[in-house]
């Protein structure tokens, strides 16, 4: 368990010197308008949303959490749970409280024996799920979004109230919602659980911090990874839409870019085609001189040039118009740190945490957020090891997944690592599956570790693998859950072939129900 530390804030540390919950929306609200070119989600099913009541509780939380004299951080590695956990962490610094923080990748049997004797105790982004949390004696606050029963112990989550967790809060938001402290962390949060475009509460709150010149909400070409993925990188892996011909395929992407004149750069630092634009400036000391550019480095006229490009390809594969605005979105910026171009970028921030808790190295990414010294820097070696596993995890993936009927397989033991093998398979096929997919590493202790993914259609059809994996995974000894889009779980490693009969036999009930 990692000690607070209690450095010189940050300009950034806290939102408001007296935090307060945002106004309860009002109950007639409708749709929620999103700017032109900004693609939405379909609208959910109707629902009663309980705002009073959600409110009630986020002040109930706040409450609890500054009763607690030296409580115990229990929060999630990946980003939402490490955004979520800085929340914690910052309003207890600015209460003035001790605490200690413990990084987890799920509730289990033996985290619940090492908290029997804790005191007090806070969950962010994982825990709601588990009824064992309710075996801990102390006092237990929990800020979750995945999908849940409830709990005897005090929760603030969504879906008590009506609020879809899985596209409309995630743990950082929701643990905002209460706590208000690193506003940047709660929008980080909600992009790396890709709760994007910001819809329902999120957006509530992104239309609060916008109007205070917190965050900037813009609309721009919507692939992941503008400020760092090289661009045939950019172009393989884009997903919303999905490039029929170019996504999986860097090397069918180089040569498209290069085909439109967006090549890589000459030596002299030049684009290698020219493209009737202002050249970009000469290539840093010590940098490849013939490395591709990031999205980010084109000037206004090439990133023109390239949407132009991607509608007039979309356009003749379909064989008709293709609106450019379905290529551009809502993207987030935060003007506070534009200084540091690894946070500048609310995706680009949300993939530097993924970095830290996926390598083990958690409380650097709390750290990033909290702006302690020398935590950037750590955080950034990790980033290029993170990148590096992901690009031959993908490779990996393509060579090696298998169609096992209802759903794709992706066995990764021995080979990718427990950490990201969840992203791995969120980015295989991106766009163009229509099955979900479920794939399985080591994790320690010699367990095997599930991570599923679908689709939105998948989704709106009537899968919920967050469900499925919570009604299969006790059959065999596991523990499972998450959310319909997205979840993981644990099983003993000689009840596979059980879990995979079991497994197809839900989902098929699922869709078939829907």
Same mark, same amino acid.
């Given at each position: 368990?990692?000690?607070a530390?209690n450095?010189k804030?940050?300009?950034?540390f806290?939102?408001?010197?007296?935090?307060k919950p945002?106004? /309860?929306?009002?109950?007639?609200?409708?749709?929620?308008?999103l700017?032109?070119g900004?693609?939405?989600?379909?609208d959910?099913?109707a629902r009663?949303?309980?705002?009073?009541?959600?409110?009630?509780?986020?002040?109930?939380?706040?409450?609890?959490v500054?009763?607690?004299?030296?409580?115990?951080?229990v929060?999630?590695?990946? @980003?939402?749970?490490?955004?979520s956990?800085?929340?914690?962490c910052?309003?207890?610094?600015k209460?003035?409280?001790?605490y200690?923080?413990?990084t987890?990748?799920?509730?289990?049997?033996?985290?619940?024996?090492s908290?029997?004797s804790?005191?007090?105790?806070?969950?962010?982004?994982?825990?709601?799920?588990?009824?064992?949390?309710?075996?801990?004696?102390?006092?237990?606050v929990?800020?979750?979004?995945?999908?849940?029963?409830?709990?005897?112990?005090l929760q603030?989550?969504?879906?008590?109230?009506?609020i879809?967790?899985?596209?409309?809060?995630?743990?950082?938001? /929701?643990?905002?919602?209460?706590l208000?402290?690193l506003?940047?962390?709660?929008?980080?949060?909600?992009i790396g659980?890709?709760?994007y475009?910001?819809?329902?509460?999120?957006r509530?709150?992104?239309d609060?911090l916008?109007?205070r010149?917190?965050v900037?909400?813009?609309?721009d070409?919507?692939?992941?990874?503008r400020m760092?993925?090289?661009?045939?990188?950019l172009?393989?892996?884009?997903?919303?839409?999905?490039?029929?011909?170019l996504?999986?395929?860097e090397?069918? @992407?180089?040569q498209f870019?290069?085909n439109?004149?967006?090549g890589?750069?000459?030596?002299?630092g030049a684009p290698?085609?020219?493209?009737?634009a202002?050249?970009?400036?000469?290539a840093p000391a010590?940098?490849?001189?013939?490395?591709?550019?990031?999205y980010?480095?084109?000037?206004?006229?090439?990133?023109?040039?390239?949407?132009?490009a991607?509608?007039?390809?979309m356009?003749?594969?379909?064989?008709?118009?293709?609106?450019?605005?379905?290529?551009?979105g809502?993207?987030y910026?935060?003007?506070?740190?534009?200084?540091?171009p690894?946070?500048?970028?609310?995706g680009?921030?949300?993939?530097?945490l993924n970095?830290c808790? $996926?390598?083990?190295k958690?409380?650097?990414?709390?750290?990033?957020?909290?702006?302690?010294?020398?935590?950037?820097?750590?955080a950034?070696?990790?980033?290029a090891?993170?990148?590096?596993?992901? $690009?031959?995890?993908?490779?990996?993936?393509y060579?090696?997944?298998?169609?096992?009927?209802?759903?794709?397989?992706l066995?990764g033991?021995g080979?990718?690592d427990?950490g990201i093998?969840g992203?791995?398979?969120?980015?295989?096929?991106?766009?163009?599956?229509?099955k979900?997919?479920l794939?399985i590493?080591?994790?320690e202790g010699?367990?095997?570790?599930?991570?599923?993914?679908? /689709?939105?259609?998948?989704?709106?059809?009537?899968?919920?693998?967050?469900?499925?994996l919570?009604?299969?995974?006790?059959?065999?000894?596991?523990?499972?859950?998450?959310?319909?889009i997205?979840?993981?779980?644990s099983?003993?490693?000689?009840?596979?072939?059980e879990?995979?009969?079991?497994?197809?036999?839900?989902?098929e009930?699922?869709l078939?129900?829907?």
């Open positions: 368990m990692q000690e530390k450095p804030r940050p300009f950034y806290m939102d408001d010197e007296h935090p945002p106004p /309860t929306p009002p109950p007639e609200s409708g749709p929620v308008q700017p032109e900004v693609v939405a989600r379909p959910p099913p009663v949303i309980d705002w009073d009541g959600f409110n009630s509780r986020a002040l109930e939380a706040r409450k609890e500054e009763r607690m004299r030296e409580p115990l951080l929060n999630h590695y990946d @980003c939402d749970g490490l955004s956990g800085a929340i914690v910052a309003f207890l610094e209460l003035g409280k001790k200690k923080v413990h987890v990748r799920k509730v289990d049997d033996a985290l619940i024996g908290l029997a804790e005191k007090e105790v806070i969950f962010t982004d994982l825990g709601g799920g588990s009824p064992r949390v309710d075996e801990l004696g102390g006092h237990v929990v800020f979750d979004h995945h999908q849940t029963k409830g709990l005897r112990h603030l989550n969504p879906h008590l109230f009506g879809d967790g899985g596209t409309e809060l995630c743990g950082a938001t /929701t643990t905002y919602w209460a208000r402290a506003p940047e962390a709660a929008i980080v949060g909600a659980d890709m709760q475009p910001l819809i329902g509460a999120n509530r709150l992104l609060e916008s109007a010149g917190i900037q909400a813009s609309i070409l919507r692939f992941y990874g760092s993925r090289p661009l045939p990188q172009l393989a892996f884009a997903d919303d839409p999905f490039l029929p011909g996504g999986g395929s090397e069918r @992407c180089a870019l290069e439109i004149g967006l890589k750069k000459e030596p002299n290698a085609a020219s493209s009737g202002k050249s970009p400036s000469p010590g940098a490849d001189p013939r490395a591709w550019r990031t980010s480095q084109l000037d206004n006229a090439e990133k023109k040039k390239l949407v132009s991607l509608a007039l390809y356009a003749e594969l379909s064989g008709g118009p293709y609106r450019a605005e379905k290529l551009v809502e993207t910026l935060f003007p506070r740190l534009s200084s540091i690894e946070l500048y970028d609310a680009e921030f949300s993939t530097l970095a808790g $996926r390598h083990s958690p409380q650097v990414g709390i750290d990033v957020c909290l702006g302690r010294p020398g935590a950037l820097e750590q950034r070696a990790l980033l090891e993170h990148r590096r596993a992901l $690009r031959e995890g993908v490779d990996f993936a060579k090696n997944s298998r169609d096992f009927g209802p759903f794709l397989f066995d033991r080979v990718i427990d093998i992203v791995v398979a969120g980015m295989l096929y991106p766009g163009g599956r229509k979900p997919i794939a590493a080591y994790e010699g367990k095997i570790k599930i991570s599923t993914r679908g /689709t939105k259609k998948l989704v709106g059809e009537g899968l919920n693998l967050g469900l499925a919570s009604k299969t995974c006790p059959l065999v000894g596991g523990v499972g859950g998450g959310h319909a997205a979840a993981g779980a099983i003993p490693p000689d009840k596979l072939d879990f995979l009969k079991l497994f197809p036999q839900e989902i009930a699922q078939k129900a829907k």
